[in-house]
């Protein structure tokens, strides 16, 4: 049997099924994945700007590299919209097939494109966390997107004070921050990541290596749980022994012809 075919068909069957998402879902949106040549780490250290006091010790030393790398970082997400495969796991949301969708992406795509249930375990750049209260909320991407370029595009102009206008203060007047993972800090909803895990009949692994922890362990735990796997991956990933179905492209080329064979039935 085609391998389509019969990935559409443990599709057709599941009623709780699980995406599991990382960087190669968006890679076809533009947005390089971060350890991969003409990623951010390919021009910036971990060391420099991974971790908050890294972060702190940059600003103060070197904030024109905190500013070019907040530009790169702005310019590739502002560019960057869903594509085939974050349409096709939000078509199979909307069809009851998919429960929830567990992503390692911090772009928001899922969200764009109409997924109702995202389990963002590395955070979301479009949502701000208050350092005070903890409160926290979304971000108008345009709007993000204008504040960031008023407060960075001026490389003479700027000083370092300019960044903290670019998020909105709390509602308690706190200062906010993205609400993204750095190296360091602990992974957001894991709990219900690993809970939706449990009860899935059916894992689609989506564009991800399986390197990073503790998120990558999302497919041994389903597997064990008894949900049959599909792959869709570019490249071999370690969960190769465990899968039922490997696609061999990447996730943008293959969901537009998965999702042909699941709506036609
Ligand atoms: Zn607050």
């Known amino acids: 049997m085609d391998i389509y075919e019969k990935a559409a068909g443990i599709l057709l069957?599941?009623?709780k099924a699980v995406a599991f998402t990382g960087a190669g879902v968006s890679a076809e949106s533009g947005i390089p994945t971060f350890r991969d040549p003409g990623g951010i780490w390919e021009k910036f250290e971990p060391e420099e700007i991974g971790t908050v006091p890294a972060l702190l010790r940059t600003a103060k030393n070197n904030p024109d590299l905190i500013r070019r790398f907040l530009l790169d970082t702005v310019k590739v997400f502002e560019k960057s919209k869903a594509n085939p495969a974050h349409l096709g796991v939000?078509?199979?949301?909307?069809?009851?097939?998919?429960?929830?969708?567990?992503?390692?992406?911090?772009?928001?795509?899922?969200?764009?494109?109409?997924?109702?249930?995202?389990?963002?375990?590395?955070g979301s750049l479009f949502r701000a966390r208050c350092l005070s209260c903890g409160q926290r909320f979304p971000l108008d991407r345009a709007a993000l997107f204008k504040r960031?370029?008023?407060?960075?595009?001026?490389?003479?102009?700027?000083?370092?004070?300019?960044?903290?206008?670019?998020?909105?203060?709390?509602?308690?007047?706190?200062?906010?921050r993205p609400d993204v993972v750095m190296f360091g800090e602990s992974v957001q909803q894991l709990e219900e990541a690993f809970q939706a895990t449990t009860a899935?009949?059916?894992?689609?692994i989506l564009g991800t290596s399986g390197v990073v922890y503790p998120a990558a362990a999302c497919p041994e735990q389903a597997y064990r749980a008894g949900a049959k796997l599909i792959e869709i991956n570019p490249r071999e990933s370690c969960f190769g022994p465990i899968v039922d179905v490997f696609i061999k492209t990447s996730a943008a080329t293959a969901m537009p012809l998965l999702m042909q064979l699941v709506e036609s039935r």
């Open 200 to 204: 899935c009949d059916v894992m689609l």
């Open 13 to 15: 069957k599941a009623k």
């Open 148 to 176: 960031a370029h008023e407060a960075l595009d001026d490389e003479a102009g700027f000083r370092i004070e300019n960044m903290t206008r670019i998020l909105p203060s709390c509602t308690c007047g706190g200062l906010t």
């Open 90 to 122: 939000a078509k199979l949301e909307a069809l009851g097939i998919v429960a929830s969708v567990i992503t390692q992406n911090i772009d928001g795509l899922h969200i764009d494109a109409g997924s109702q249930t995202v389990f963002e375990v590395h």
